[in-house]
């Protein structure tokens, strides 16, 4: 699909560093790409810095975009190699750092500190949350990144092939074992919840 009459003026003027066309680019995708980065990355800071080198590629290769897709399609393919390429990177020194991590733990142990109980309401969303984000990560990259763009950024199937490459049929094939990976893991991890948060009540009744 190519883009309409509005994104292509946009395109001309990001080619042209138009200071006002860069700073609604920015408003206009921010959010979008951040979401995408840190769903994939799966650590706030890694992803805030990530977002700011997906920014800094498509300005340099703006003038390289012809226009035969949406800016947006473009966007997410950009920002979705990024992601890869930073999975890559953290792989490698997650596993020169391990070593020393793991020495530090046993030296000092885990340090827990107290803080205030929310309410209940906020508890039980940041714990969702966290599940999701953890359920995700669980999966390999392919799969994650299938997730991510068909469930959380609601890609047509058009859009996730343009982005990754793959044919129809794979992507339909593997966002459904992706599926299947990320709700297994979220009902077995939930229910590990809830006897949690009963067994929890349970205590505080007791006192």
Known sequence: MVIDAEERELVERLKRHDEAAFNRFVMQYQERVFRLVLRMIGDRAEAEDLAQEVFISIFKAIEGFRGDSQLSTWVYRVAANHCRNRIKYLARRR???????????????????????PPDRLLEA?????????????????????IVLREVEHLSYEEIMEITGLPEGTVKSRLHRARAGLREYLEKHEGGRER???DAAQRGRAR
């Open 196 to 198: 949690g948060a009963h």
């Open 126 to 146: 940041h714990q969702t949350e966290h599940l999701l984000q953890a359920g995700l990560l669980q999966l390999d990259e392919e799969q994650r990144e299938l």
């Open 95 to 117: 596993r020169q750092l391990t070593e020393n991590y793991d020495d530090q733990l046993d030296e000092g142990g885990a340090q827990v500190q107290e803080r205030p109980n």
